[in-house]
């Protein structure tokens, strides 16, 4: 973009101020000789030139063009040019320009402009353009030497990543074509060479020396702000001659100067923090954001040179990788971001520029908008419609981060009511029923969230089906002249009124055989026809047309037009002779008969004929009389007169039976119907005497019925007939009444809260519609799309009652009468405050198997537990436990308990109340409970039967069987070889047989009792001894004789028992006599004197010898079979052989059988019996 200044004695019209960027440099600027000058602004195509005028407007111009401006007081504005580029001043022929090129291309003004595809500025929002309109150097006194502190340097670029350069908006910086580059490194080069190679000897060409880092007090980037002292030199610089070159290469040491400052300025701004939000709402949020912490150290250690920053805030909803979007710009240290997206994460941060030096982006801060309503839903869209529904359907729209949960869809049916809720409910298709046919109706949508109601929708215009209208009634000619006919119709009988209908008018001139053609098209009901021809019989047919088709034609009717008028009638062509001296004129008044009346008689060849009948045909002749006599009549002239409206009608009268919005209607023809039939009818109608009227029916037909009306109210009707003619008198005024109707809708009701489980209802009576409200019904419910009846009678209020505390309800109300139920009234919503908690439902005892830890006693403990109640929008807080006479145990929000130090074996009532921030709820119901009674102390031990390999214990006072049923259990342990008891007994009996023993040995005992209650404590240690084992039962013993009188009882040796001593005893059996015969250790004996013929029983038994307290003491065992023993003396055999006792000898016969011997044969014989039995069994009563 080049800027020419030029001279100029008539400035032109254009005033305009700086050029302004989002990001500012140091102001350039160019002074000339004159006092005013003309600064020409030349835009490159593709750029665009931003100015702000006087009035404050903000004009873009784009390239290529030319814009004149004018400087008031010889300065040039400063110039502002986008990040990346650099401004420099070059004269040639006379003429200063300000060229703005990127940083790496060094101009040269022999050189050709930049190439048009290097990045050009862009415009910005007006709101980031400044506002101060000022010059900010005065002008230049002298010789227009361009003074040096008009000089700006650029410091060395900043070099923009390209994700910086993607946040800005600025990639066309970053990827530039290679022929931009070999531009630049061409022009650079060229410079240096210029540079190295001497002063050049035309001054205007000589490119412009490299600008000098200024410092202006009170300016910066046109902020009016002050500079970063500590960045910038402020040594003051020499003034050059005016006649030397104007460029000359920068010193080395103001290069090195450049660069450090440079470094510092980037070192300050690159320890910006990361924003800070607040204030979040679901469309805006509040950023700030403090300055550099090095620069915030400054101010604290008492520097107030505080630099002018430039604070650009950039924003990606795109997580932290996208591409951020700058969004403002400026000093100030807190922004409003506004019209952001509900329930959308946002990242942000903020980038810092201090004297055209941008410093490096912060950290980024992140944040979610609130959740909102919906967005506007997009108008419903027609799926199908009849004559009598609708058929909607709908898109949800953006949910804004709560989901949408109901739809609520309006129509209007073009009343002066606004629109009706016709549907509330999730379904994204809605069936709208009972609409008329044939009419328009208008519907918008909106969407329901948790948050709220969204905004309407636009409302969308559908109509419902209906049929193609009824042929109308033949037009009726209205007017009539030499060339044009005037014709009318009415609307065909049985359409709608809010039906808009349009009108074909056909008409066929025979003469020509065309046929019909059409000849208006519309929706008035009249149509003139012009450039007829005169006396000349046409045909016309109508047609009606809705949105469902065209209707079938109309009668076909015949009109002519009117012949012209006739010349002057011509006197009679042979007059015999003599002047006519009278004409007479003769009228009939049919057109059949030969009565004739004299009309005219007279000198006059022409006569008004007044006082006819209208509409009525005559005939007319003539005659003429001369001295001669009377001449014969001439022809016949027939002549109808033209009708006339016909006259008033009766008033119309009821038809049937009026209903609550429809009055049937009938009237008759008038009495005088002007000479013409009556064609049609009109009726009118107001719904007061004097109120407006408005046209109700219109036809032939002398019936109709007025239908939309309200009901219970009257209504005057009037009625006018017409011919061809026209239009009569209306009839007299006629009042009618519709019948009561339904009431209206009712208004949403008021609610009062009474309590927190109590509401107050009370509504307005509608209007009644001509019978008065005789019963309202009230539906009660907590969502809106299921509400119940709650009440039904005739007084205006309902107290609702049994409510839960702390929760929404909805209500409305519907009004009935005689005539029916009107339709529901708004919804009205209440909520109810909080109260007490509710009452504690579930309250039960724990188990000991199911309490997490054991119980310290189960006889002064119980564990109880209960649910939690509804906290009735309070939250609870604790709870109280009342279980006797005493205070109650108040505990905090945990649902369980141990009551502790209770008396055992006792019955509790226990009930439970929560409490929350209103107060104590009811207490729940009673829980009878006992606790366990203490456990049994343990049993007195003893030992009721000793033996040498058992010991029978008892205990107690209970009887010795098995007690079943008894509760107490008891536990008896025995000690083991390593010290330790052991259970050799559980249950409930009171003895105990320990058996399996070791004989003479002491055994400890110890007993528990324990119930319901628990384990009571173990006993004492009981000690019993079992007795030393008798010997074992010997064998039966064996008797050898011996000699006659002599024999010899033997038996079994026992082994000594624990170091004890056996012997035994010998008895002889003597019938019941039992003698001792011998005792003993041997085992035999010898008895003598044994008697021939005689029996001997001999039984033997073991005895134990032991020492107790030094005294023998022998223990015996069972004694042995006993043997039978018997001496016969035996006679001498034929042989003569003898016995070794000389003839006799000795018989020993065994004892009875032993036990085993008898148990054996008893379980024998008991096996064979149960054989028996089941074969008779297998025999007789199976088979």
């Keep these: 973009m080049n800027i020419p200044v030029m001279m100029a004695e008539q400035p032109p019209s254009l005033e305009a101020t700086a050029l302004l960027n989002e990001v500012s440099l140091l102001p350039h600027m160019l002074n000339g000789d004159s006092v005013q000058q003309v600064i020409l602004v030349q835009v490159n195509p593709g750029e665009t030139f931003t100015i702000r005028t006087e009035d404050g407007h903000i004009q873009c111009i784009q390239g290529p063009a030319h814009v004149p401006m ?67 150097y005065p002008p230049v006194q002298g010789s227009g030497e361009l003074p040096p502190h008009f000089i700006h340097q650029h410091p060395p670029p900043h070099i923009y990543t390209e994700q910086e350069a993607l946040a800005h908006g600025r990639n066309s910086l970053i990827h530039r074509d290679e022929r931009t580059m070999k531009m630049q490194e061409h022009l650079r080069k060229r410079l240096k060479d210029r540079q190295l190679g001497g002063v050049p000897n035309n001054k205007l060409n000589s490119p412009p020396p490299s600008p000098h880092r200024s410092y202006s007090p009170g300016v910066q980037n046109g902020y009016g702000k002050g500079h970063l002292m500590s960045a910038m030199p402020t040594g003051p610089i020499k003034p050059k001659h005016a006649g030397r070159m104007r460029s000359t290469p920068p010193a080395d040491g103001q ?21 800070t939000v607040s204030e979040i709402q679901a469309r805006s949020a509040v950023l700030s954001w403090s300055l550099p912490l090095t620069l915030q150290n400054g101010e604290k250690n008492g520097d107030h040179t505080a630099p002018s920053l430039c604070y650009e805030i950039a924003v990606s909803n795109n997580g932290r990788n996208g591409v951020f979007k700058s969004v403002y710009l400026g000093e100030e240290t807190t922004f409003t971001l506004p019209d952001l997206k509900p329930a959308t994460d946002y990242h942000v941060r903020v980038s810092v520029t201090c004297s055209s030096v941008k410093g490096p982006v912060s950290e980024a801060a992140s944040f979610t908008t609130e959740c909102s309503e919906p967005d506007p839903p997009a108008p419903p869209r027609l799926l199908n419609r009849t004559k009598n529904s609708i058929t909607l359907q709908w898109k949800a729209p953006n949910d804004n981060g709560s989901k949408i949960t109901n739809f609520l869809l309006e129509y209007d049916e073009g009343k002066p009511s606004a629109f009706k809720e016709c549907y509330y409910g999730h379904a994204k298709q809605y069936k709208v029923v009972r609409l008329s046919p044939s009419t328009k109706y208008a519907f918008r949508i909106a969407a329901e969230n948790d948050i709220g109601m969204s905004a309407f929708s636009e409302a969308v215009i559908y109509h419902t089906a209906g049929s193609s209208p009824p042929a109308p009634a033949p037009p009726r000619l209205a007017g009539v002249g030499v060339t044009w006919l005037t014709l009318e119709w009415s609307s065909p009988n049985g359409a709608s009124g809010e039906e808009t209908l349009t009108y074909i008018l056909e008409m066929e001139e025979e003469s020509l055989g065309y046929g019909f053609k ?50 002057a009638p011509d006197p009679p062509k042979d007059n015999g002779g003599a002047e006519v001296t009278k004409y007479v004129l003769e009228m009939s008044e049919s057109l059949k008969g030969s009565k004739w009346d004299m009309a005219y008689s007279g000198s006059a060849r022409e006569h008004l004929c007044d006082n006819l009948s209208p509409g009525s045909w005559y005939r007319l002749r003539v005659y003429c009389i001369s001295c001669g006599g009377q001449s014969q009549v001439s022809e016949v002239l027939s002549v109808r007169t033209a009708a006339v409206p016909p006259g008033p009608c009766q008033p119309p009268h009821l038809a049937g039976r009026a209903k609550p919005r429809e009055i049937p209607l009938r009237w008759s023809a008038p009495a005088m119907d002007g000479g013409a039939p009556v064609t049609e009818y009109t009726v009118e109608m107001s719904e007061a005497d004097q109120g407006s009227r408005r046209q109700l029916y219109q036809g032939p037909e002398t019936d109709c019925t007025a239908s939309n009306l309200l009901p219970g109210q009257t209504y005057c009707f009037w009625v006018k007939a017409a011919n061809q003619a026209g239009y009569g008198p209306f009839s007299d005024t006629w009042e009618a009444s519709t019948a009561p109707g339904s009431p209206e809708q009712c208004g949403a009701p008021q609610l009062s809260v009474r309590a927190a489980t109590c509401v107050l209802v009370s509504w307005e009576s509608p209007a009644c519609n001509g019978a008065e409200v005789s019963e309202y019904r009230l539906e009660w419910g907590g969502t809106k799309g299921c509400m119940q009846l709650v009440y039904s009678g005739p007084a205006p209020s309902y107290e609702v009652k049994g409510l839960v505390p702390s929760t929404a309800y909805y209500c409305r109300v519907q009004a009935l009468n005689i005539a029916g139920a009107g339709l529901f009234g708004e919804v009205a919503m209440v909520t109810t405050p909080a109260a007490v908690p509710a009452a504690v439902s579930v309250l039960e005892v724990l188990e000991e198997d199911s309490l997490p830890a054991p119980l310290p006693s189960l006889s002064t403990c119980l564990a109880v537990q209960w649910q939690e109640p509804c906290c009735h929008g309070a939250d609870i807080i604790g709870y109280n436990i009342d279980f006797g006479e005493r205070q109650p145990l108040s505990v905090g929000r945990s649902t369980s308990c141990v009551l502790e130090n209770l008396q055992p074996d006792t019955t509790y009532r226990i009930r439970v109340q929560a409490v929350n921030g209103v107060g104590a709820g009811p207490f729940s119901h009673s829980l009878k409970t006992k606790t366990r009674p203490l456990p049994p102390e343990p049993p007195h031990l003893e030992c009721a039967v000793f033996g040498h390999q058992s010991l029978k214990l008892k205990w107690g006072e209970g009887p010795s069987k098995h007690q079943l049923t008894s509760s107490t259990q008891y536990c008896l342990q025995i000690e083991d070889k390593n010290g330790r008891f052991v259970c050799i007994y559980s249950g409930p009996c009171h003895t105990y047989k320990v058996q399996r023993l070791s004989e003479s040995t002491a055994f400890h005992f110890r007993i528990q009792a324990h119930n319901d209650a628990g384990e009571g404590p173990f006993s004492h240690v009981y000690t019993f001894t079992t007795t030393k084992s008798p010997p074992a039962q010997l064998k039966a013993p064996k008797v050898q004789q011996r000699e006659d009188n002599l024999c010899e009882v033997s038996w079994e040796p026992l082994q000594p028992m624990r170091g004890d001593s056996v012997v035994y005893t010998l008895h002889l059996l003597s019938g019941r006599d039992i003698e001792q015969v011998y005792k003993g250790p041997e085992t035999s004996f010898l008895f003598r004197n044994v008697q021939p013929s005689c029996e001997y029983r001999f039984r033997v038994c073991a005895g134990r010898q032991y020492q107790d307290s030094g005294v023998t003491q022998e223990l015996w065992g069972p004694y042995s079979p006993s043997v039978a023993f018997a001496v016969q003396r035996q006679e001498q055999d034929p042989l003569g052989a003898t016995g070794p006792a000389g003839g006799e000898h000795a018989v020993v016969r065994g004892s009875t059988m032993t036990d085993e011997q008898l148990t054996l044969l008893l379980l024998v014989g008991f096996a064979v019996v149960a054989i028996l039995f089941a074969v008779v069994i297998q025999y007789f009563v199976i088979k």
């Design 70 to 136: 004018m400087s008031p007081n010889g300065s040039m504005p400063p110039i502002f040019v986008p990040p990346g580029y650099m401004s420099q001043v070059v004269e040639e022929n006379g003429v200063r320009k300000v060229v703005v090129l990127p940083h790496s291309a060094e101009f040269h003004p022999s050189m050709a402009p930049p190439p048009p595809h290097v990045p050009h500025y862009m415009h910005h929002h007006p709101a980031m353009l400044h506002h101060h309109h000022h010059h900010v």
């Design 255 to 275: 290069t090195a100067d450049s660069e450090t400052d440079m470094k510092r300025i980037l070192e300050l701004l690159s320890n910006v923090a990361k924003p």
């Design 518 to 567: 059409p000849k208006h098209n519309g929706e008035e009901l009249s149509c003139t026809l012009k450039n007829l021809q005169r006396s000349t019989s046409y045909k016309f047919r109508v047609f009606a047309c809705n949105t469902e088709g065209r209707s079938s034609p109309s009668e076909v009717v015949e009109y002519s037009t009117s012949p012209d008028k006739p010349g």
